[in-house]
């Protein structure tokens, strides 16, 4: 992405007022800003690639602000527009989004809603930016752990959908399968978001009992329940100005959806035991991988809540739909491997890419990430072959995954496989460190160092 600190913005618009206004406007946001008071200048700031940003009038003298946007629409992309105009037919905003402006302001229009409309487009451009350089090059850009992965077109839809709605603060609902990814869109999203400074809170629906599961949320008072011996804060306490990401939504009890439905709407909720209101200030992003219209026509799912959190919905395509993408993570996995363990020149030969494609992937993204976890640490060399990879399990139905339900960041699915390995090859040499140590190709120290880090004993 872009190393310069704030965006350079192209504010482009006869009017001097108007432009002095929006100029101000974004200086005083901390943007740089470059003017243009007619067409031709216009187009001459685009082609300048260090502008990120234009704003445009639709109607200046010497070129109309719709020639402008049709000489730059190879860039539109690098450069996203924001038309402005003063007439409120449809007509013009309709042409200049289908040649492909990012959005269209009317005037007279209101400071907060330019604000926002600028977020939103640089925002959509940073993962644009970060798509392209992925398409050059899959090592081109340091993602870390919990990045998504991928240049499919339903990858960039998706791409293009978390920069349109990270930045307002409306629900977001995530559907995909297992192991695809639904954790790294809420991360995403909260990344990306006017909230990025505050915290970032999980919860599991799932994991916990209803009982335990509404102390878990809304905290409990002390004496509340035996075994309640302090009072704690619960979830959305703790996420107040920031983001609660609730994983398996569908799976959540009946009463509890209409507590949290009751906080969705008003911010209010009462801790476990308590009676006082508390008010908390959070974005909720749910994710799941049931069909919620299925389970609301079972009685399982609240109609009213499903249509709360499904103000913008984003749906994650299964591994098996875009194996175009597969070579991309795998080298990212790859790269993640070798990082961590510090192991140079680590790579897939040919033939395992080959293998990896070919494969039905029941467990998505996730699964793959296990799959070669193992490999890596079991491979005699630093090139993967095919016959370090766990066998092919076939098609046939998608199988729960080996790792814990939610456990979708690459770090969590590494930790587990190793502590497994290392325990293998343990049981394998009888304990004996030394030749342990040998198999899995580190250092005593190091052994020692994984047998106290993952509790293991004989």
């Known amino acids: ?17 108007i432009r002095y206004n929006l100029a101000l406007l974004l200086r005083t946001e901390g943007y740089e800003v470059r003017e243009a008071a007619d067409g031709l200048k ?18 200046m003298p010497g070129q109309d602000g719709m020639a402008v946007l049709r000489g730059h629409a190879d860039r539109l992309e690098e450069t996203p527009v924001v038309v402005v105009t003063a007439f409120g037919g449809s007509g013009p905003a309709i042409e200049a989004m289908r040649l492909g402006a990012f959005d269209y302001i009317t005037k007279p229009f209101d400071l907060d809603e330019v604000l926002f409309a600028v977020r939103r487009a640089l925002t959509q451009r940073a993962l644009a930016e970060q798509v392209r350089a992925l398409s050059v090059d899959p090592g081109a850009e340091d993602l870390g752990d919990d990045e998504l992965v991928g240049r499919h077109p339903s990858m960039l839809t998706v791409f293009k ?11 977001v609902l995530v559907v995909g399968e297992s192991g695809t990814g639904k954790e790294l869109v809420a991360t995403a999203v909260h990344r990306n978001s006017p909230r990025s400074a505050g915290p970032f809170v999980k919860v599991n629906s799932a994991a916990l009992s209803p009982h335990l599961l509404e102390s878990e949320l809304f905290g409990h008072e002390k004496g509340a329940f035996t075994g309640a011996v302090a009072a704690r804060r619960g979830r959305f306490e703790q996420a107040n100005g920031g983001t609660l990401f609730l994983d398996e939504i569908g799976e959540l009890d009946i009463d509890l959806q209409a507590k949290l439905l009751r906080v969705l709407q008003t911010g209010q909720f009462e801790r476990v035991g308590g009676e006082s209101t508390l008010k908390s200030n959070v974005r909720v992003v749910a994710a799941t ?12 799912f609240r109609e009213d809540l499903f249509y709360r959190l499904n103000v913008v919905p984003v749906q994650l395509p299964p591994l098996r739909d875009r194996r175009e993408d597969i070579p991309l993570i795998a080298e990212h996995v790859v790269r993640a491997l070798a990082q961590k363990y510090h192991w140079p020149h ?6 395992v890419v080959a293998e990896l494609t070919r494969r039905p992937w029941p467990g998505n993204v996730r699964e793959l990430q296990n799959v070669l976890a193992r490999a890596a640490i079991l491979a005699r060399g ?10 092919d399990p076939g098609p046939g139905p998608a199988s ?3 790792l814990p339900p939610g456990s979708l960041v690459l770090r969590d699915a590494l930790a587990e496989t190793e502590r497994r390995v290392i325990a293998q090859a343990l049981e394998q040499e009888k304990w004996n460190r030394t030749q342990a140590a040998r198999v899995l190709g580190i250092s005593r120290r190091q052994l020692f160092d994984k047998i106290r880090q993952y509790g293991l004993h004989e």
């Open 1 to 17: 992405m872009s190393t310069r600190p704030r965006a350079t913005i192209l504010v482009a618009d006869d009017d001097h007022t």
């Open 346 to 351: 680590l790579s897939l030969s040919p033939e």
């Open 382 to 391: 630093r090139v993967i072959a095919v016959a370090d990879l766990a066998a």
């Open 289 to 300: 991988n049931r069909d919620l219209s299925a389970r609301i026509a079972e009685g399982k």
């Open 400 to 402: 729960p995954s080996p």
């Open 161 to 171: 959908l978390i920069g349109r709605v990270a930045v307002t603060d409306e629900p």
């Open 42 to 59: 216009a187009a001459e700031i685009l082609r300048d690639p260090a502008v990120d940003l234009a704003l445009l009038d639709l109607r």
